[in-house]
């Protein structure tokens, strides 16, 4: 390739690979040296942007739209648990561009959007975004697996995502944020409260038990919910570790129920815990009788 070429391959990587084509400000000789990069598949050419052959489709998105990154696919971005599901791209732009979806992308107006020099990754804040996901997501649990990783994290607080809460779906989007939690430490246990939590049963999430450390949910102070996920649980170091966790807490009195992910993924969780607490209600109630 020649040296021209070669800088104007830089000037697209150095924009995450993919920028509008007039954004790269070339003359006359460097433009017609992207025109030849684009003919040889070096480069390819969307409506205007150009882009590495490896660049993804929420970021050429975000550049023909001249938006950012939100939702489900930004939470994806920043390491976010996430639901196993197909969804369309949802960016978020300053203004409607009146542009026709090129692949079946979602367009959000945020008057409030400030946007990132190209050099940067065109994906919204972590504040806005999870204010945006909680408001147009017609399911909760995606938008408060991400709410709960971003506060558990550190990367952002609730006062700042319910300033961002206005206009429409703002009223169940405050219903959505007031169930999320800094201390869950997993997706489970984000599905695993909101079970809890739709059976009516009170809990206290991420308590620290002396001698046995964190637990994952605690009910009525003597019922212990432990939530197996596969890759955290699945070696014989760590089974052990469990077991030996379970008989230190029956020795300080508690009882332990442990769920595997099927099992709250099937949504076992509520119906179990309310059967599990009608059995102790029964023992007790035998118990008096005969006294």
Not at 39 to 62: K, T
């Amino acid at each position: 390739m020649r040296p021209c070429d070669d800088e104007i391959l830089a000037r697209v990587r150095a924009c995450h690979g993919a920028v509008r084509l007039r954004d790269l400000r070339l003359d006359r000789t460097e433009y017609r040296h992207a025109q030849r990069l684009i003919e040889r598949r070096l480069l390819f050419s969307h409506q205007g942007v150009v882009s590495l052959p490896e660049a993804g489709w929420d970021l050429i998105l975000a550049r023909i739209h001249g938006g950012v990154i939100t939702c489900l696919h930004a939470a994806r971005h920043y390491g976010y648990p996430r639901p196993r599901l197909w969804a369309p791209v949802h960016l978020a732009v300053l203004h409607s561009t009146g542009r026709a979806p090129v692949r079946g992308e979602v367009l959000h107006v945020e008057r409030s959007l400030e946007l990132p020099p190209l050099t940067q990754f065109p994906v919204a804040p972590v504040p806005l975004m999870l204010a945006r996901y909680l408001r147009c997501d017609p399911r909760r649990e995606g938008p408060l697996m991400a709410c709960d990783a971003a506060l558990h994290q550190g990367h952002t607080g609730t006062d700042a995502i319910a300033a961002l809460l206005h206009g429409p779906g703002s009223r169940q989007a405050r219903q959505r944020l007031a169930l999320a939690s800094p201390r869950a430490r997993s997706p489970l246990e984000t599905l695993a409260r909101l079970q809890l939590y739709d059976a009516g049963i009170p809990f206290a999430d991420g308590v620290d038990i002396p001698r046995v450390g964190e637990v994952d949910l605690l009910i009525d102070d003597w019922l212990v919910l432990e939530l197996d996920g596969y890759t955290y649980h699945e070696d014989e170091f760590q089974f052990a570790r469990d077991r030996t966790r379970d008989r230190e807490l029956v020795r300080q009195g508690y009882r332990v129920a442990r769920f595997t992910r099927k099992d709250v993924e099937l949504g076992r969780v509520g119906a179990e815990i309310h059967q599990l607490l009608a059995a102790r209600n029964r023992a007790a109630k035998t118990v008096a009788d005969r006294h």
